[in-house]
C-alpha cells in the first residue's frame, strides 16, 4: 500500500525528522489560504501515487497566495500517469543548496533491509541507478542488531559530507530506519533530502509504502488508503478477498491458491500462452467470488479466454461448479472458458458444467493446451452459457 506525501511528511515529523510545516488543499481556495496562513514564497505540489511529479507539472512554486491558488487550479484536476490529482500539499518553499536522495528497501536479495543513499538526488533514482550506478551508496542493516549509527556516519562521509551535516545526516538516517522497522515498510525514502539556505538538512519528499500483508497490524496506515489512486479491478479485488495481479497476455485465469496460479501461469506459458492475470480467488468459490472474479478479469479488453483452475479440496466440486454457473450468468462479457476441477465431487461438478455446455478438462495441461488453441483462434469453442 502506497501512502500520500504528506501521510509520510507526518510520520516522519512524528519521529523527529525534520519536515517543513504544510497544509493540505483540495480547493484552489483552500490552496490560498493555506499560503496566506504561511506567508512568503510557497511550494504546491500534487498529492497523487507517481513518481516524477516535478516533471509532470505537478509541483510548482508561488510568490503570493494569490499564485498559489492558480498554481493549485492547475495541479488540482490534473492526471499524472493516470492518477488523478484531489489534493495539493502547500508548504513554504525552501531554498535549496544541494539535493541528496536517503532511502530504506527491503532489499530481498540481501536478506535484510538495506540503506541507499546517493549525493545525485532530486531526480528520478532509479535513473541513477541506471546510468551512474557508482553514485549511489549502500549499506544493509544487520538483521539481528540493527543498521547501527557508524555505519550511517561511513555513507555521510562516502556522500562528500562533513561537519554537522555528518552528524544530521546519521540521525536522520537512524530515525527513518526506526520508522521504516515500526511501520512494516518495503520502501521508504526522501528524495531530495536537501541542505538548505540555513545549513540544515530538510526532508523535502518522502514516500513509503507499506507491506500489504502487515496492515492487519497497522490499523491506522489501512485508514489512510487513498481508493481514488487504485485501479478500480484492484479495489474490487480487495474487497472481494481476491489477490489479483494484472499482466499483458491475453488468457484470463482464475484459479484457488496462490500456488496452483502460479503453476497455472506457468502451464499456459508452456504451451504457448500468455496470461492476463494472476488471481487467487482464495479458499473457497462461491458464486459472489467467481462474479467478482470474473467481472474483474473481463474488465480487461485484452482477454480472449479464460482458464477456471480449481482444485475442491475442503470446498466441494459440485459447490464450485455451481458457483461457476451462477457467477457465469451474472457477468455481462462473454468469452471462451475452458474449466479444469478436480477434487471431492470432481465427477458431479463437471456433470453440473457439462450439463451447461461448458467445456471441462481433466488435467492442467489438456485445459492449458485447450485454452492457448482458442485463445489462438485454432480451435472454435462452444458458446459460454450465461444468462
Ligand atoms: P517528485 O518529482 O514527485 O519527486 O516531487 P518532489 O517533491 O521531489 O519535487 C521535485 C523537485 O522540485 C525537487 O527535486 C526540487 O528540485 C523541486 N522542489 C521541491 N520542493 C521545493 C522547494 O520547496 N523549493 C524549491 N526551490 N524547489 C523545490
Ligand atoms: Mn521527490
Redesign the pocket.
Known amino acids: 500500500m502506497n501512502l500520500h ?1 504528506y501521510q509520510t511528511r507526518e510520520i516522519l515529523r512524528r519521529h523527529g525528522i525534520p519536515v ?1 510545516p504544510d497544509q493540505v488543499a483540495s480547493t484552489p481556495e483552500e490552496a490560498e489560504s493555506a499560503a496566506a496562513a504561511i506567508g512568503g514564497e510557497v ?1 504546491i ?1 500534487a498529492q497523487v501515487h ?6 509532470a507539472g ?2 510548482k ?1 508561488a510568490n503570493s497566495p494569490v499564485g498559489a491558488r492558480e498554481a493549485a487550479e492547475q495541479i488540482l484536476g490534473m492526471q499524472i500517469k493516470g492518477l488523478p490529482v484531489n489534493k495539493v500539499l502547500v ?6 543548496t544541494n ?1 541528496m536522495y536517503l532511502g530504506f528497501i527491503l532489499d530481498r536479495a540481501n536478506k535484510t533491509v538495506t540503506l541507499m543513499a546517493s549525493a545525485a ?3 528520478d533514482i532509479e535513473e541513477v541507478a541506471e546510468r551512474t550506478p557508482e553514485k549511489i551508496v549502500r549499506a544493509q542493516a544487520d538483521p539481528v542488531i540493527g543498521f547501527q549509527p557508524y555505519q550511517a556516519r561511513d555513507v555521510a562521509y562516502e556522500l562528500g559530507l562533513s561537519g554537522r551535516h555528518v552528524r544530521q545526516f546519521a540521525d536522520i538516517a537512524m530515525r527513518l530506519y526506526d520508522v521504516f522497522l515500526e511501520n512494516d515498510a518495503s520502501l521508504l525514502e526522501i ?2 533530502l536537501a541542505i538548505v539556505a540555513s545549513g540544515d538538512l530538510q526532508a ?2 518522502a514516500k513509503m509504502v507499506v507491506d500489504d500483508n502487515s496492515l492487519f497490524r497497522h490499523p491506522e496506515l489501512a485508514a489512510m488508503e487513498d481508493h481514488t489512486q487504485l485501479a478500480p479491478s484492484e479495489v474490487e479485488a480487495a474487497r472481494a478477498g481476491i489477490t489479483f495481479i494484472k499482466l499483458d497476455g491475453d488468457i484470463g485465469c482464475m484459479v484457488n491458491g496462490a500456488g496452483l496460479a502460479m503453476a497455472t501461469m506457468d502451464t499456459v506459458k508452456l504451451y504457448g500462452g500468455e496470461p492476463a492475470n494472476f488471481l487467487d480467488i482464495g479458499g473457497g468459490a462461491s458464486a459472489e467470488q467467481v462474479t467478482a472474479a470474473l467481472n474483474i478479469i473481463l474488465a480487461d479488453p485484452k482477454v480472449r479466454a479464460v482458464l477456471i483452475n480449481i482444485f475442491g479440496g475442503i470446498t466441494r466440486c459440485d459447490v464450485v461448479a455451481r458457483g461457476i454457473l451462477e457467477g457465469l450468468s451474472a457477468v455481462e462479457r462473454r468469452v471462451p472458458m475452458v474449466v479444469r476441477l478436480v477434487g471431492t465431487n470432481e465427477e458431479e461438478g463437471r456433470r453440473i458444467l457439462e450439463g451447461a455446455q461448458l467445456p471441462t478438462a481433466s488435467s492442467l495441461s489438456e485445459a492449458a493446451e485447450r485454452v492457448v488453441r482458442i485463445a489462438r483462434g485454432e480451435e472454435t469453442p462452444a458458446p459460454t452459457p450465461g444468462a
Open positions: 506525501e517543513p511550494v505540489k507517481a513518481g516524477g511529479r516535478g516533471k505537478g509541483v512554486l508548504a513554504p518553499a525552501a531554498d535549496i539535493e538526488g532530486g531526480v528524495n531530495p523535502l519528499d
